[in-house]
T-cell receptor
């Protein structure tokens, strides 16, 4: 069964350092999402891609966060510089659409701890 | 706007039934249910469309009341494997760029 791949699974960094997360969506899924999930909360959308184009990045803190999906397949989310409040789980999801319904499938996530 | 999930937590004994709810103040197009185990990714369970249809996944079923803009998830004869946090995600009825918005989740614990 096809899955969304993410790496690394865990990342510990010091504040002011740069970190990068990678996501490989399910093959054939044109839409890719990055979410941030704080402990005890639901996932919150950071950025949505359709192929290589950004569809929604209204909740992305653009002063420190950037995301790209250059060839419309895998994607990278970067934080520079990292802050203590960035500690969270970063989830990538990709979606398929059948009969007008979109289903999102999540990867295992990257748990970030900023010290 | 974030959907509201209730109750906040559920503790069950194996074999018992439970109902958890997801409500929105906005008119909805669809409700998506996910289960997340500790430290793992959310796993898709099912989608409910407006129209009040009911769906099932193993012994878990759900309904969508369009008048109340509320979806309920029914867990029947719960198993230990049902433990986890259940999130609903809602898609609003309008807006070209509408997005899936998740509730805070409900922690469900099934005990032997």
């Amino acid at each position: 069964e096809a899955e969304v791949a993410q790496s690394p699974r865990y990342k510990i960094t010091e504040k002011s350092q740069a970190v990068a997360f990678w996501c490989d969506p399910i093959s054939g899924h044109a839409t890719l999402y990055w979410y941030r999930q704080i402990l005890g909360q639901g996932p919150e959308l950071l950025v949505q891609f359709q192929d290589e184009s950004v569809v929604d990045d209204s909740q992305l803190p653009k002063d420190r966060f950037s995301a790209e999906r250059l060839k419309g397949v895998d994607s990278t989310l970067k934080i520079q510089p990292a802050e203590l409040g960035d500690s969270a789980m970063y989830l990538c999801a990709s979606s398929s659409r059948t009969g007008g319904l979109e289903t999102q499938y999540f990867g295992p996530g990257t748990r970030l701890l900023v010290l | 706007q974030q959907p509201v999930q209730s109750p906040q937590a559920v503790i069950l004994r194996e074999g018992e039934d439970a109902v958890i709810n997801c409500s929105s103040s906005k008119a909805l197009y669809s409700v998506h249910w996910y289960r997340q185990k500790h430290g793992e990714a959310p796993v898709f369970l099912m989608i409910l469309l407006k129209g009040g249809e009911q769906k099932g996944h193993e012994k878990i079923s759900a309904s969508f009341n369009e008048k109340k803009q509320q979806s309920s998830l029914y867990l029947t004869a719960s198993q230990l494997s049902y433990s986890g946090t259940y999130f609903c995600g809602t898609f609003p009825n309008t807006g070209a760029n509408s997005k899936l918005t998740f509730g805070k989740g409900i922690t469900l614990s099934v005990r032997p």
